[in-house]
């Protein structure tokens, strides 16, 4: 790579950067004074509301019980690749695979943007991969 493309790549992800700064910054003041902590709560909640109801499902586990915000570990009854094979069937973007960590460990999160709908959808269709 010459010294031309560098710079030029270098100007491109300064500008990708101020770029996200800016959109964090718009989001951010369009939430509000309590905007932070209200989507921190939202955050933390809907991790919760999932954890709660994959652990109903036999085969699924937290991996710790330690604390957690909105990601957590959760072991599966099968792998988390046969598993996000499935849910990408349905057009659902699975949880990342940390089974090198956790035995058939399963990486998910909830953010403020996730519906109790969607919770509700991936945790039917956990519940039928259970039996492969």
């Known amino acids: 790579m010459n010294a031309k493309h560098y710079h030029n790549l270098t100007w491109i992800s300064m500008f990708l950067v101020g770029l996200i700064a800016l959109m964090v910054t718009v989001y951010m003041a369009a939430q509000g004074k309590q905007g932070l902590r209200h989507i921190a709560k939202l955050n933390y909640h ?26 957590f570990v959760v072991h599966c009854p099968r792998s988390p690749a046969e598993i996000n094979e499935m849910l990408l069937k349905h ?20 953010t403020e943007l996730t519906t109790k709908d969607e919770i509700n959808v991936l945790v039917d269709l956990l519940a039928q991969a259970h039996h492969p």
């Open 91 to 110: 057009k659902i973007l699975g949880g990342i695979d940390v089974s090198d960590r956790y035995e058939n460990g399963m990486l998910l999160c909830c």
């Open 46 to 71: 809907k991790s919760h509301y999932l954890a709660s109801l994959l652990t109903k499902i036999p085969g699924y586990s937290l991996a710790s019980d330690g604390v957690y915000f909105r990601e």
